[in-house]
C-alpha cells in the first residue's frame, strides 16, 4: 500500500520579484512604484515585507498588468 505523505508533496512555487526587478520590469523608479502602490485609484499590487525588503508576487504584477491593458482597450 503507497500513503502519499505531506512531507513529500510540494507546493506549486510562486515566485516573487525584488523591488528591484519590479524597477526593471517597469522601468520606473523606486519613488514611482513607491507612488503606485500607495495610490489606492491605481490598484497597484502590495509587496510582502521580509526582513524589511520588499516582495511583490508575479501572479499579482501579472494580474495588475492585465487589468490595466482592459482599461486602456
Given at each position: 500500500m503507497n500513503k502519499v505523505h505531506a512531507a513529500n508533496v510540494k507546493p506549486t512555487p510562486t515566485e516573487f520579484l525584488t523591488g528591484p526587478d519590479v524597477q526593471a520590469r517597469?522601468?520606473?523608479?523606486?519613488?514611482?512604484?513607491?507612488?503606485?502602490?500607495?495610490d489606492a485609484k491605481l490598484g497597484f499590487?502590495?509587496?510582502?515585507?521580509?526582513?524589511?525588503?520588499?516582495?511583490?508576487?508575479?501572479?499579482?504584477?501579472?494580474?495588475?498588468?492585465?487589468?490595466?491593458?482592459?482599461?486602456?482597450?
Amino acid at each position: 500500500m503507497n500513503k502519499v505523505h505531506a512531507a513529500n508533496v510540494k507546493p506549486t512555487p510562486t515566485e516573487f520579484l525584488t523591488g528591484p526587478d519590479v524597477q526593471a520590469r517597469y522601468r520606473k523608479s523606486h519613488v514611482t512604484i513607491w507612488r503606485w502602490q500607495n495610490d489606492a485609484k491605481l490598484g497597484f499590487p502590495q509587496p510582502i515585507q521580509i526582513n524589511r525588503m520588499n516582495y511583490w508576487r508575479l501572479s499579482e504584477l501579472e494580474a495588475w498588468e492585465a487589468a490595466q491593458a482592459e482599461k486602456a482597450a
